[in-house]
């Protein structure tokens, strides 16, 4: 490929209508991702053109954007995987489009704060002035890490049918983390987040399509993670959970570190 033709989503508030496509025709490079191409067309050929990015890692999960139908993180798509030299760039479905390809993810950002996405535990007096470390076997890490690399990208939302026809769905990744936290051994609060869960827009609507594990760009899988909250869910309203032991502190030795001497400012 010598040159690629982005075909991007332009939409302004207030100015048009509906969202439309523009052409682009810009060089191809090795290595070029699709974020590269947006760039290029922002710094080269249009200067009005928005989009969100960041980190350029896939790391902080705000160039969400849907490449030839298919939501994806534009710094984390090689054109080359593509196999084709036509990109079409749209903004994430299932969100509000604030200009162009950004979509505004305060409604997410919401269902994941009512899910109450942080340990809570029962020694209130120890989290808030930790003595020690708490202990976790291998075993118990393994139960919730891979839920707990959701980066909070939307993608998983971008491509979930139900929250497509049911906007107050809470949707894969909060759901996904309710068990993510639920597991974790450290944690007291899965009452809240059960009662939070069984709404009438909550886990019982997922009807386990699976796009959201496939647009996943991390691996975590939250298809898996609903299904094992379902599970949870039930055990605990059957009183077959198993009860959980108490997580233990363990009190390490403090280490005496020798004082680092503060330079001179040099501007004063």
Known sequence: MQELTFKVQRYTPGQDKEPYLQEFTIPFTEGMTVLDGLIYIKEKVDNTLSFRSSCRMGICGSCGVLVNNFPMLACH?????????????????????????????DLLFEKHKSIKPYIISSDIREAEE???????????????VQFAYCVKCGLCMAACPTVA????????????????????????????????????????????????????????????????????????????????????????????????????????
């Open 77 to 105: 798509t090689p054109v080359e995987e593509l196999k084709t030299d036509r990109i079409e760039v749209k903004s994430l479905p299932n969100f509000p489009i604030i200009r162009d390809l950004v979509a505004s993810l």
């Open 130 to 144: 930790p003595t020690a470390e708490y202990v976790q076997s291998r075993e118990e890490l393994e139960s919730y």
């Open 165 to 268: 026809t049911d906007a107050l769905f809470l949707g894969p990744q909060p759901l996904g983390q309710v068990y993510r936290y639920c597991t974790d051994r450290r944690d007291m609060g899965a009452k809240e987040r059960f009662h939070e869960a069984d709404s009438p827009h909550g886990v019982w609507l997922c009807h386990l399509a699976g796009a959201c594990s496939e647009a996943c760009p991390k691996g975590v899988d939250p298809a898996l993670a609903i299904q094992l909250l379902k599970r949870a869910m039930v055990f605990d309203s059957m009183r077959l959970a198993k009860k959980r032991q108490p997580v233990t502190l363990a009190h390490l030795p403090v280490e005496s570190k020798p004082k680092i001497e503060v330079p001179e400012f040099t501007v004063k």
